[in-house]
């Protein structure tokens, strides 16, 4: 398979992730206060079934190849208002430290795809503020003390900036700075 070939399949596996991640329902969730003052969660009552049920068959292996275990990973997605962007984290890596793939990610169009750049390796992030062309995060990581070999947590601010491509293009620099 060529680097053409294998940047595209990446790069369409990745579509296919994010709008799988957009075709997720919303749910609610409201809080019944206790006899004992503490707030518990409540659920909607179960549906009621109104018609013979469907079984269901393990996707065809060809379809898995052809990106749906990648995108089963994907489990974390944040649109980026008023841009043609998503942060998406995928599961992976050592799930001792972090674990959650972070990347930012441009639609170019339907021919092209994403364009896609790696922020990190992360436990979490949250989405603090963003405005065009710039998003604040608070990474939430794992960390190593080499001496003893305790693993630790901390958190972190980062800047994500970029200059939108000429034509609403994916920008050609992500840059990502520290910050407080």
């Known amino acids: 398979m060529s680097v053409r070939s294998s940047f595209l399949s990446i790069t369409i596996v990745a579509a296919l992730s994010l709008a799988a991640c957009d075709a997720m329902p919303s749910t609610k969730t409201t809080v019944t206060p206790t006899t004992d003052g503490a707030d518990t969660p409540s659920q909607a009552a179960p549906l009621t079934?109104?018609?013979?049920?469907?079984t269901l068959t393990i996707a065809d292996p060809s379809q898995t190849d052809n990106g749906l275990q990648w995108a089963a990973s994907?489990?974390?997605s944040d649109d980026i208002p008023g841009e043609s962007a998503k942060l998406f984290g995928v599961s992976g890596g050592d799930p001792a430290m972090n674990g959650l793939q972070t990347y930012i990610a441009f639609f170019e169009n339907?021919?092209?795809g994403w364009a896609i750049y790696q922020i990190g390796d992360f436990l979490d992030y949250t989405v603090l503020s963003h405005a065009?062309?710039?998003?604040?995060?608070?990474?939430?990581?794992s960390t190593m003390d080499e001496a003893t070999g305790d693993i630790g947590d901390r958190h972190r601010k980062i800047i994500i900036q970029w200059t939108q491509g000429a034509d609403d293009a994916a920008p050609t620099v992500v840059t990502v700075?520290?910050?407080q």
């Open 110 to 112: 339907p021919a092209d």
């Open 177 to 179: 700075t520290p910050a």
């Open 49 to 54: 079934a109104s018609g013979a049920p469907e």
């Open 132 to 141: 065009n062309g710039r998003i604040d995060l608070d990474i939430h990581e």
């Open 74 to 76: 994907v489990v974390k």
